[in-house]
């Protein structure tokens, strides 16, 4: 008799994304010979990528149910329906609902320590309207869990051990716009702060600088719970091409945010992610692109070749040639590695508190990647002063 598989579940894309596949994990515990894929749709080459996976899951489970949910499944929903390997898509935006998936509620539903970090979605969908991005119509309007309800699941997870706590969401920092009083993402993270003295570490997953409020720089500039590691959805180094994209910070707000939190936090490691060869981007847009990841000192990027999305406003702009997106987002993957070869050489010799993963590596506060030693127990967070750098990992 051939056993039952218990049911798996694939996760692309965000930190949203992990954060939910947890939780769908959970709502499948008790099911069997279930696959699903959680998508995404934020450049052509994730929806490719979706498309691969799904084939190969097929292959490696041919009397699976194999289900798609995640971006993909809204925006690219006629084509995945159309492969013959996907048995049904869920709706990106019923994906946490156990109906979607015919299974029972189960309250208090406890995500599985599957990770180091709790990643934790405090918000959803997003009110932007950038002329790049297909992401409202796979996540639709801005919703944000209440502060008790985030506070619930800080606590689940520090009760399973959790020893750091990662905010994530399509657009965090709208968080609360659409509350009673609309709260600012600060008084949310003051909240957890006071309310758990026992959380070690706080992270913050992307960034939309221009919505940082008061309380949260603060927190940010001189929290040391809240780890020194800024990423932020930067986009762009050009005016023009940030206007073209409908961003609503400018070059030079990037420049004061970071000069004012390096002031008062010096240690804070900055990422970013940078699309390369937008619509109308020439060669000077690309290097203005190329000069603020020097400016920044962007040690964490996150380089996105554009690729034009259905129904985007930016489809329809004039289009960069493939060859020379491909080049410009190679030009910028190479700038940012030399900023973070000369970063990651500068931690040599200090003194860091690593979060051991599973891997035999594990992050520092500022997310420097550092190897530790044989034997340490995940979730341990210990003392380490690298000695040496080799092929980006401080030993």
């Known amino acids: 008799m051939t056993r039952a598989r218990q049911a798996e579940v694939i996760s692309f894309g965000c930190r949203l994304n992990l954060s939910e596949s947890e939780t769908i994990r959970s709502l499948l515990a008790r099911e069997s010979d279930i696959v699903v894929i959680n998508s995404c749709a934020v450049t052509a080459e994730a929806?490719?990528?979706?498309?691969?996976?799904?084939?190969?899951?097929?292959?490696?489970?041919?009397?699976?149910?194999?289900?798609?949910?995640g971006c993909a499944a809204d925006i690219e929903r006629e084509?995945?329906?159309?492969?013959?390997?996907?048995?049904?898509?869920?709706?990106n935006t019923d994906k946490l609902d156990p109906r979607a998936w015919n299974v029972p509620p189960r309250p208090g539903l406890t995500p599985p320590t599957a990770h180091t970090r709790?990643?934790?979605?405090?918000?959803n969908g997003c009110d932007h309207a950038c002329t790049f991005c297909v992401i409202p119509q796979g996540r639709g309007p801005s919703r944000s869990l209440t502060i008790p309800q985030v506070l619930a699941e800080v606590e689940r997870h520090l009760t399973m051990g959790a020893p750091e706590v990662v905010l994530t969401g399509v657009d965090v920092t709208s968080w609360g716009h659409d509350l009673p009083d609309r709260p600012r993402l600060g008084a949310m993270v003051r909240a957890i702060l006071d309310a758990f003295p026992r959380l070690q570490r706080l992270r913050m997953s992307s960034l939309d600088g221009v919505e940082i409020d008061g309380e949260l720089f603060e927190l940010l500039a001189g929290e040391k719970r809240v780890?020194?590691?800024?990423?932020?959805?930067?986009?762009?180094?050009?005016?023009?091409?940030?206007?073209?994209?409908?961003?609503?910070?400018?070059?030079?707000?990037?420049?004061?945010?970071?000069?004012?939190?390096?002031?008062r936090r010096p240690d804070i490691a900055i990422g970013a992610d940078l699309i390369a060869g937008f619509p109308t981007e020439d060669a000077a847009m690309h290097a203005a692109n190329l000069s603020i990841v020097d400016e920044l000192d962007i040690v964490h990027g996150h380089i996105f070749p554009y690729s034009p999305r259905p129904g985007t406003p930016a489809a329809r702009m004039p289009q960069v040639n493939h060859a020379v997106i491909r080049q410009r987002a190679a030009e910028l993957r190479a700038a940012v590695a030399r900023v973070r070869d000369r970063w990651l050489n500068a931690q040599i010799g200090q003194r860091l508190h690593v979060l051991s993963e599973a891997d035999g590596t594990g992050h520092a506060e500022n997310f420097a990647r550092v190897a530790i030693p044989a034997g340490t127990p995940r979730g341990t967070i210990l003392p380490l002063t690298p000695t040496r750098l080799e092929e980006g990992l401080l030993q």
Do not use: Y
């Open 47 to 69: 929806v490719r990528q979706t498309r691969q996976a799904i084939r190969k899951a097929r292959r490696q489970n041919p009397a699976a149910r194999l289900l798609v949910t």
């Open 79 to 91: 084509q995945l329906a159309a492969m013959p390997e996907v048995d049904g898509l869920i709706p």
């Open 118 to 123: 709790a990643f934790i979605a405090v918000q």
């Open 227 to 263: 780890m020194p590691h800024l990423h932020l959805s930067l986009q762009h180094g050009h005016d023009l091409v940030l206007k073209r994209m409908k961003r609503r910070h400018s070059r030079a707000d990037a420049l004061r945010l970071v000069a004012s939190l390096r002031a």
